[in-house]
Each structure stands twice: as C-alpha cells, then as structure tokens.
C-alpha cells in the first residue's frame, strides 16, 4: 500500500496545536459515507449461506479485510496487520517504530500512525478495508487514529475502540446489550462535530447468556469512506464469537507475538 496523502503523515516533532490543527484537516478530508468499491454484504464468513459455487468465487474475489493492532516493547510502537478473505488469513505484516511521544488522550495517531502506515505498506497485497484499534469519527476532532491512516492511505477504514473516548450514547449503556445491537453516540460539547449527530456506535459483537457476568460494547466509528450505519454492520460481520471482529483479534494476537519474539 502506498500513501496517497504525505501531507497528512504523522509527524510527532509537531507542537500539540500543529497536531490538533492537522487534525482538523484530516478531519474536513475525511469522507464520513460510503465508498468502498464492495458489497458490504460480502464481508464476513457467512459461508453457510451461500452455495459451493458463490463460496468458491467469494474466497478467490471477495473483499480482503487487514485488521490493525498495536503494541508497546520499551519505548517502540509495534503495528501488526492481519489481512483476511472471509475466515481465510491471506498475509501478515508488521513494524516497529519509535513512540516519540508520550500517549495522549486525541492524538494517539502522532504516537502510533507511523508504525501502523509502516505495516500497511509492507502488505504485498491491497485490502479493501482497515479494521484499526482506535477511534475513527468519535474523536475531539473527529480525526482519530482510524481517519488519520484512512484519509493518508485513502483507503476505507473503520475505527474499533474498546473504550469511549467522547460523544455521548443515545441511550444508557448502564445495563447489558444483547448481542447484535447497537446504540448510536452523539457528539457533545468535546467534539467538533454539530451538538447530537452521529458519530458512531456502541456495538454489543458478543454477550453472555448470563445474568452474573457480561461483555461490555465496542465503540464504533467510520474512518475514512465508510458511514457510521456501514461500519457497525461491518464490525458484526466480522464479528466469529469474540469480542473483537476476527480481523482486529488475530492482529492483536499477532502484535503480542512480534512484541515478544521480534518476529
């Protein structure tokens, strides 16, 4: 994968109001709707509903999927990038860069962008759409660390955050989500965003049929090319009995990997 934006490449050496102001132009080229160049309905396994011959077309030509995680070893990010066709692993990548900079509630993408678009490009192939662990739209500057690699890269990208960094959910998430809804967030006051539009979803991928324990939501949002209602569908999609969708688990699982054999 190539970048497409340099001027939007993160660059740590910035002053925090650089930062914030480079944000806010991600943010103005960001398109918050859809334009994938695939049918959202082709992403996922769901192989069951399909016929021996759709699903030997769909695992040669369907959408390819690159889930993104990070993790930390001393002072360096490491980015791993898992790239998927349905439940089928097609190729893995990772990098390591310097954290210059110390984390920082919005501006996450000045301390991990570089090794996430590192890995990205070191892919031989060329998803379709991102899956990133972090925020896209639900964000002060509605530029997180999903939109900053999306817009760069232009590629359709969804952030999946496992915490709420702002917005406000539309309805209480006091008591458990069954699995498969969703809640939309709302901008407030701490984002740029007009006060009430929708910025993403709280997504209920997985629940225990229990009354004395439970999964809490994933925060989803659209990076980059993708609407709010499309990348929650996206994120149940991908969703194989886990919290995570597969794509951003086995990155995870990958990350933790390279984080302690440097390979």
């Given at each position: 994968?190539?970048?497409?934006r340099?001027e939007?490449?993160p660059?740590p050496?910035?002053?925090?109001?650089e930062m914030?102001?480079?944000?806010?132009?991600?943010?103005?080229?960001?398109?918050f709707?859809?334009?994938?160049g695939?049918?959202?309905?082709?992403?996922g396994?769901?192989?069951?509903?399909r016929?021996?011959?759709?699903?030997?077309l769909?695992?040669?030509?369907?959408?390819?999927?690159?889930?993104?995680?990070?993790?930390f070893?001393?002072?360096?990010?490491?980015?791993?990038?898992?790239?998927?066709?349905?439940?089928?692993?097609?190729?893995?990548?990772?990098?390591?860069?310097?954290a210059?900079?110390?984390?920082?509630?919005?501006?996450?993408?000045?301390?991990?962008?570089?090794?996430v678009?590192?890995?990205l490009?070191?892919l031989?192939?060329?998803?379709d759409?991102?899956?990133?662990?972090?925020s896209?739209?639900?964000?002060?500057?509605?530029a997180?660390?999903?939109t900053?690699?999306g817009?760069?890269l232009?590629?359709?990208?969804?952030?999946?955050?496992?915490?709420?960094l702002?917005?406000r959910p539309?309805?209480?998430l006091?008591?458990?989500?069954?699995?498969?809804?969703r809640?939309?967030?709302?901008?407030?006051g701490?984002?740029?965003?007009?006060?009430?539009?929708v910025?993403?979803?709280?997504?209920?991928?997985?629940?225990?049929?229990?009354d004395?324990r439970?999964?809490?939501?994933?925060?989803?949002?659209?990076?980059?090319?993708?609407?709010?209602?499309?990348?929650?569908?996206?994120?149940?999609?991908?969703?194989?009995?886990?919290?995570?969708?597969?794509?951003?688990?086995?990155?995870?699982?990958?990350?933790?990997?390279?984080?302690?054999?440097?390979?």
């Amino acid at each position: 994968m190539d970048v497409v934006r340099p001027e939007f490449v993160p660059d740590p050496s910035l002053s925090r109001e650089e930062m914030e102001r480079l944000q806010g132009e991600i943010a103005a080229a960001a398109a918050f709707e859809d334009d994938l160049g695939f049918d959202p309905a082709d992403v996922g396994a769901g192989g069951e509903t399909r016929t021996a011959e759709q699903s030997t077309l769909w695992e040669s030509e369907g959408p390819l999927v690159a889930g993104v995680d990070q993790a930390f070893r001393d002072d360096q990010a490491v980015s791993a990038v898992v790239v998927l066709r349905g439940d089928t692993v097609v190729e893995r990548a990772h990098a390591v860069e310097p954290a210059a900079i110390p984390y920082v509630p919005g501006l996450l993408s000045f301390r991990e962008g570089n090794a996430v678009i590192s890995a990205l490009e070191a892919l031989e192939s060329d998803p379709d759409l991102l899956l990133v662990d972090g925020s896209g739209r639900i964000h002060f500057r509605e530029a997180g660390l999903a939109t900053h690699v999306g817009v760069t890269l232009d590629i359709p990208a969804v952030g999946v955050a496992k915490s709420l960094l702002c917005g406000r959910p539309r309805e209480s998430l006091a008591d458990p989500l069954p699995e498969g809804q969703r809640v939309a967030i709302e901008a407030d006051g701490d984002v740029t965003a007009p006060d009430g539009r929708v910025i993403g979803y709280a997504v209920q991928t997985r629940q225990f049929d229990s009354d004395s324990r439970h999964v809490n939501p994933l925060y989803v949002s659209p990076g980059h090319r993708v609407s709010g209602e499309t990348a929650a569908g996206l994120v149940l999609a991908c969703a194989a009995g886990y919290k995570l969708p597969e794509p951003t688990r086995l990155a995870d699982a990958y990350a933790d990997e390279v984080k302690h054999t440097g390979r």
